[in-house]
């Protein structure tokens, strides 16, 4: 292959379904054949580096991860003392909790700081209103709000237009999604197209740049990648402008657009 090929790949909803797995176990395996011919196959994600490491070794990938909406990068082998920044971004975690502490303190909400993948979701039951924060995130928030342990996406809704509000965060996207119930808190200088585009420029300006997501965040991605494809559960608007949609959800949708890759980008 002449060209070098880098996929983009989404996690939450595009890799893995709203509990967090994978509706298939055979994407490592096309990833490989892929690797094998050429293909490069990075992260470009919400999530912080500490969550996406476990996914980038459980589907063998081989490229760049975009970390957090966009802030920082880290190439293989994926050190975290190796991060590159990709716009110059303020360590809010101190400011985050200043801000949510009085809140929780007003609404009776039960505020946890945690791992939000692998949270204690039976420890959560007993509470009506729980506010849980990705421990790891450093420049952009994760909440995830939980009423008895079960998630609540109206109240993630009123989470959010409470910090907007009443918060300190005007430089700042907030937003709330009904899939996972959690409000996203993330500059407004940078997204995953901005990201993207600056790895093109550094990296890959002769590569064909190939993004696979499945919501809105993905949008500005799908502006500057080559191709944008989509798996059968991806938000309407997103589809529109998809070069391919599969009619496979999650992880077997991504599996579906990876097998079809040649006939899709006319490689044959």
């Not at 909440?143 to 300190?168: C, Q, Y």
């Not at 919501?215 to 500057?224: C, E, K, S, W, Y």
Request: net charge negative; no cysteine; proline share 4%.
């Amino acid at each position: 292959m002449d060209r070098k090929i880098l996929v983009f790949l989404d996690i939450d909803g595009t890799l893995l379904t709203p509990d967090y797995k994978t509706n298939s176990d055979d994407l490592p395996k096309v990833i490989e054949t892929l690797a094998k011919r050429g293909f490069l196959f990075g992260i470009n994600s919400n999530r912080s580096y500490e969550d996406i490491i476990p996914i980038v070794r459980q589907f063998n990938l081989n490229g760049p991860i975009i970390v957090e909406n966009g802030i920082y990068y880290v190439m293989p082998p994926y050190d975290l003392g190796s991060v590159t920044m990709i716009v110059q971004a303020e360590d809010i975690k101190e400011k985050l909790r200043n801000e949510l502490e009085p809140l929780a303190a007003r609404d009776g909400a039960y505020l946890k700081w945690s791992d939000t993948v692998n949270m204690d979701r039976t420890g959560l039951a007993k509470y009506p209103l729980a506010w849980v924060a990705n421990i790891f995130r450093k420049y952009t928030a994760s909440i995830h709000v939980r009423s008895f342990g079960e998630k609540n996406p109206e109240l993630a809704r009123e989470l959010a237009d409470l910090i907007v509000k009443e918060g300190n965060f005007a430089d700042y996207h907030v937003k709330a999604t009904s899939v996972f119930s959690n409000v996203l808190i993330f500059p407004k200088s940078t997204d995953k197209g901005v990201a993207i585009s600056m790895l093109k420029k550094i990296f890959f300006q002769d590569s064909t740049i190939v993004l696979i997501g499945d919501d809105l965040a993905d949008m500005p991605g799908a502006q500057i990648a080559d191709f944008m494809f989509a798996p059968s559960n991806a938000d309407s608007e997103l589809k529109d402008v998809a070069d391919f949609v599969s009619d496979y959800s999650y992880t077997q949708g991504v599996i579906d657009i990876l097998n079809r890759v040649d006939g899709i980008l006319d490689l044959e």
